[in-house]
């Protein structure tokens, strides 16, 4: 009896079990990271359109208020890598004030700060320099993605768009508000037939008193001033001047002060740079990093600022022994979390004077 029950019963081999605990352990860590991934996506797109949404605030605001020039609404963001935000509004109190906000943790701004200011028409009293548009970045750091928020010249706001920016489009000339192709007709004072014309020979006013001659001197006075040995006839003979002795310069050796020792220096040209998506002769741009005066390996680096990878970055050269140069080259990426304007910090390690910073704007 007892091995009939002992055959009828039944289990798992620590096999199976291996195998039903990896299963498991591997769907619920896909389950884990979609939740955060959307978890991460919910921040990015909650933060972006909040955002936007104290934009539009701040223009209804202006309009509203009908402000007046330094009455205006505005808002500025903070620098690339960092989360907070202010806005100047009148936010129901009847007077203009100004409060700092923040994004969701986990989601910072990529681009370099800006400020929007609205008149009372609910335009932009400035527009941003080359892409004309203000272009916001509002990135997550799960993620490493942005969504632009842009603010058009004339107070548009959109959000997670690839637009045309305004930097893009070509000027307008106006032709002048005039007559047309009507040549008017010249203006000028009508001559009078008959009046003798003047006599170009300048009168001379009776009123004017008669010019009295200027005697010319001739240099040869016969004063008898006679104390420094001269007879006033202007001949005399001048006093001799003194030659200047000129200074030995010590040669150096013993005693000699050392000549001064020039600090090594970096710099960086051009420090700005303009490139676009679509085009395909402006998609990579370079700038050449000079250290100077130097000594020993350096090792140099370039990042974006704020950790940012809007960008691709390269380098020439990666160590410098001494004096020389590297050129960065910055290459666009599409997609239209990549638009707008960021700061690549260049430096050499060890430390060779300040480090440089290259501005780098990427239109559509």
Known sequence: ????????????????????????????????????????????????????????????????????????????????????????????????????????????FGAVAQRVTFDWRGRLTTQCAVTLSCVYQVRSLFLGTSIPVDVSGSGDITVAAQHFPDGLIPGVNLTPVGNGDIVPEPVG??????????????????????????????????????????????????????????????????????SPIVPCSTSLSPSSLTLSQSDSSKKTGTATFTVANGSGVRIISATQQGNGNSVTIGLSLVRIDGSGSSVISITTKNGSGNRGVFNVSVAAEPACGSSQTLQVTVNN
């Open 189 to 258: 004072t009508p001559a009078i037939e008959g009046t003798p014309s003047p006599d170009p020979i300048d009168p001379i006013d009776p009123a004017d008193p008669t010019p009295t001659p200027t005697a010319t001197p001739h240099g040869n006075g016969n004063g008898n001033g006679g104390n420094n040995g001269n007879n006033g006839n202007g001949n005399a003979s001048p006093s001799p001047t003194a030659t200047p002795t000129s200074t030995p310069t010590p040669s150096p050796g013993a005693g000699a002060s050392p």
């Open 1 to 108: 009896m007892k091995s009939r029950r002992a055959k009828q019963q039944q289990g798992f081999t620590v096999m199976q079990m291996v195998i039903t605990i990896a299963i498991i352990a591997v769907v619920s860590t896909f389950g884990v990271m979609g939740i955060r991934t959307a978890r991460a996506e919910f921040r990015q797109q909650s933060s972006a359109r909040l955002f936007a949404s104290y934009v539009e605030k701040a223009r209804a605001d202006s309009v509203r208020r009908h402000a007046t020039t330094g009455n205006e609404s505005w808002v500025q963001s903070s620098d690339a890598g960092n989360n907070t935000y202010q806005v100047t509004m009148d936010f129901g109190s009847g007077t203009v004030q100004t409060r700092t906000f923040q994004l969701d943790p986990g989601v910072d």
